[in-house]
């Protein structure tokens, strides 16, 4: 069972730049309810950096050297190279059973590899971690709607939205998918 190979490099390459693009955040854990709540402002012109402090926070394990599995994971994801970064990813997983960010970027470079079942293992993993975690729902929902489940994948994409009401590529899934789902061909 494979994927389309464009399709899984733009789902790979928007998951690294969402992931990657965070830079050192000023913003502590606590401050993840804080950044939440700006990100569902009716009206936030600046919706990227929140995003982006979003996935910051998301990044840091607490551990320097659970942070630099991490790294080099991404580092391997992003090279291509699927094997060495789901075994980093795995190592951080291991050892860090509690950082949601280690199961979402293995899933990832899972689904990256066309292992939808472990991808979505993992993400269950994240979700049971960080209910909010709009990167995994959208991945959920993308692999739900690749396997033929527009109605269940429509779902997690609403999800994702109701957490994250700006983005762009969020958005356009569900209006696909609301056509899909409701039978028009618009």
């Avoid at 951080?92 to 979505?120: I, K, Q």
Wanted: hydrophobic content about 45%; charged content about 20%.
């Amino acid at each position: 069972m494979g994927i389309p190979r464009t399709l899984a490099n733009r789902v790979v390459a928007a998951l690294l730049a969402l992931g990657l693009s965070a830079g050192a955040s000023s913003a502590g854990p606590e401050d993840l309810d804080a950044l939440f709540a700006r990100l569902k402002a009716p009206v936030l012109p600046e919706w990227q950096s929140v995003e982006q402090a979003i996935w910051a926070e998301w990044s840091k394990s607490g551990s320097p050297a659970m942070d630099l599995l991490l790294r080099r994971g991404r580092e391997a994801l992003s090279a291509g190279d699927l094997d060495a970064a789901i075994a980093h990813f795995t190592a951080l997983t291991d050892h860090a059973p509690e950082f949601p960010e280690g199961w979402n970027a293995r899933a990832t470079a899972y689904f990256a590899r066309g292992d939808y079942g472990p991808s979505l293992a993992d993400i269950r993993m994240v979700l049971a971690l960080e209910p909010r975690h709009f990167g995994a729902l959208s991945g959920l929902g993308t692999i739900l709607e690749e396997i033929g489940y527009p109605d269940k994948a429509l779902s997690a994409w609403r999800a994702a939205q109701s957490i994250h009401p700006h983005s762009p590529g969020i958005s356009e899934a569900i209006r696909r998918l609301e056509r899909k789902v409701s039978g028009s061909n618009l």
